[in-house]
């Protein structure tokens, strides 16, 4: 842009002026807390005596890379996102798949479906704590008739990970939905009517049309999901608190905890930097993929 | 090499006062490595009729038989028959040369095979330089070459064709005209191709199918169809400028019938005389060709036509004169020879080959026998 007219500079002034309120205001919520955790990560800061007297330098990251606890929830978190967007997926897909099939009847299901996405986490939460009450709750009433030992949904370590996988499937497997079936019904007709008459089986058409075509959106869909379910901490916080242990002690309830229950914030601050780190890496990746699916 | 028969196949598409009969009933007997074109206007019925037969679409009603089998309820992946789209359908994310190769993969053609009909295909279409790219690379006319190959490596019983030289411009399209016909000479296979380009379906086909409303019209050796149309539909479609239709009047003109029109006299030769007598005093359609008016009398029964020059159409080799009728008559087009001293507005004397009119019933629009 090597020429710029009077007019031009004057409407860029002009956009600016409008988006300065925005900005300002983005930067005092946003950025301000960003750098101020960021600074706050190369001190050791309690909440006990605040202050920033005690610069450590990488101290506060070398502890945590070193901190049992942290690679236990990195460790727990990793397996929860896996298991959460890969089973999200499958079913998804295979939702969205059918949906796209379906002849009559798409926008009843499609409403349906989007109910749990329109729930608050909090509530979400709530209402499931309350089906899964080991004595109070309708599932384990309901398993009872048919003769199945109550089960304790959220007091056994293994069950309660788990538990809130399905949960968090609950919750949040219509946004796959949405986007795939988006993607679904965007393909091109016309290739599989030339793959029909090539031979093709619908399972076949699936693999080399389908899928192959399908790529952009997945690849989009799966990233979103991934960044949002590493964040994952409402569903946490209201069912089960980490617990029973550390069976549930996800990456983000973990650094809450070691902010305000530890009170050691530089650690913490140190800790959220690394996932943002993680996170703006994925984010990257996204913006990349999203380019891609433009073209 | 496969022969095809369509026994009153209908299509249908919804239910109930919404339902639309895009093919009604049709009768077709397409020979083993015929050459067979569908010609109607859009709308006539013609791909849902090719799809029907590679069986896209479902046959409401009626029988359609492959190579004397019903294949009404057959898989399209066990027809083996291969189709060529008007927008090619490609498949976007494989390569030319995947894209050739997949029909014959899912059918487990062994590899060296592939690569060997790949190849010589890719020779005959000279696409060989695109094989490793994708169709979003291509030219349309190398997309339209790329989906031709595609049919061509499967080697099937016979070949669909829709509209596949509509998307081309002028140029490319009577090449590829000109190619289609040589490869069907070549291969010999049973192809049907569908268009609504008069030029093409002259020029191309073994026997032309012309289709109106989800009907058949006429089904002939495009010679024959050009000669004897059936009726005014079939007279007004073929052939650029089209067959002059005139109103007109049959009346006893002394011994004989005329055809009487504004401006128009045309004696009945002895030969029609008994097939047009009942129509003596009833209106009647004339149909006269442009090529088959003249500046000077020819044939053996010549009736003189005086007009004026609307407008001159140079076209090189001859001239199209779209002339007017005295007395408020209609307007007719005559192909002349280039050479002439037309002008507009002037008064000329044009002969028309009564041998060659044709007459046509204004009620069912259908060609009087004679
Ligand atoms: N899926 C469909 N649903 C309803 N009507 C259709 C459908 N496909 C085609 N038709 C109708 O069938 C008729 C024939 O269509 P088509 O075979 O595509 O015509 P052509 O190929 O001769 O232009 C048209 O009137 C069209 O509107
Ligand atoms: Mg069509």
Known sequence: ?295 | MASIQLNSVSRIYGQGASAVHAVKGIDLQIEDGEFMIFLGPSGCGKSTTLRMIAGLEPVSQGDLLIDGQRVNDVDPAERDLAIVFQNYALYPHMSVRQNMAFGLKLRGTPGPEIESRIAGVAETLGIRPLLDRKPSQLSGGQRQRVALGRALVREPRAFLLDEPLSNLDAKLRSVMRTELIKLHRKLGTTMIHVTHDQVEAMTMGTRICIMRGGEIVQVGKPQDVYRDPADTFVAGFLATPPMNLIPARIEAAGEGLAVIAPGLSVPVPEAYRAAYAPYTGREVILGIRPEDLFETPEGAAPAAIDCSIETVEALGPETILNVKLGQGGSELAARLPAEGDWEVARQIRLFADSLRMHLFDPETTRKIAR
Not at chain 1, 15 to 24: E, Q
Not at chain 1, 157 to 174: C, E, G, R
Not at chain 1, 210 to 236: E, G, N, Q
Request: glycine share 8%; proline share 5%.
């Open chain 1, 1 to 295: 842009m090597a020429h710029v007219t009077t007019m031009e500079r004057e409407n860029r002034r002009f956009g600016w002026l409008l988006t300065a309120p925005g900005l300002v205001l983005l930067a005092a919520v946003v950025l301000f807390p960003i750098v101020w955790a960021g600074i706050t990560s190369f001190f050791n800061y309690s909440l006990i005596f605040p202050g920033y007297d005690d610069f450590a330098g990488l101290g506060n990251y070398a502890k945590a890379a070193d901190d049992g606890e942290f690679l236990h929830s990195a460790w727990i978190t990793l397996l929860f996102v896996v298991a959460v967007v890969g089973i999200q997926f499958v079913a998804g897909f295979v939702v969205a798949l059918m949906l796209n099939d379906a002849r009559r009847g798409k926008t009843v299901y499609y409403l349906i479906l989007l109910c749990p996405l329109l729930i608050n986490p909090v509530v979400v939460g709530l209402m499931w704590r309350m089906i899964l009450h080991p004595t109070l709750g309708i599932v384990n009433w309901l398993l009872g008739t048919v003769g199945i030992e109550p089960v304790n949904w959220l007091g056994a370590p293994d069950m309660a990970f788990w538990t809130v996988v399905l949960v968090d499937i609950w919750h949040q497997v219509s946004f796959m939905v949405v986007l795939l079936l988006a993607g679904l019904s965007a393909l091109p007709a016309e290739p599989y009517e030339a793959a029909r008459v090539d031979g093709a089986t619908p399972f076949q058409r699936f693999w080399h049309i389908t899928l192959p075509m399908m790529k952009p959106v997945i690849v989009v869909t799966l990233l979103i999901r991934m960044i949002f379910a590493i964040k994952t901490y409402d569903i946490i916080y209201i069912m089960t608190r980490g617990g029973p242990g550390v069976a549930t002690d996800l990456i983000s309830y973990f650094i809450y905890r070691r902010a305000f229950v530890s009170l050691d914030l530089g650690e913490a601050c140190a800790m959220a930097a690394m996932l943002l780190i993680v996170i703006a890496g994925l984010t990257a990746v996204l913006w990349r993929s999203m380019r891609q699916v433009q073209d």
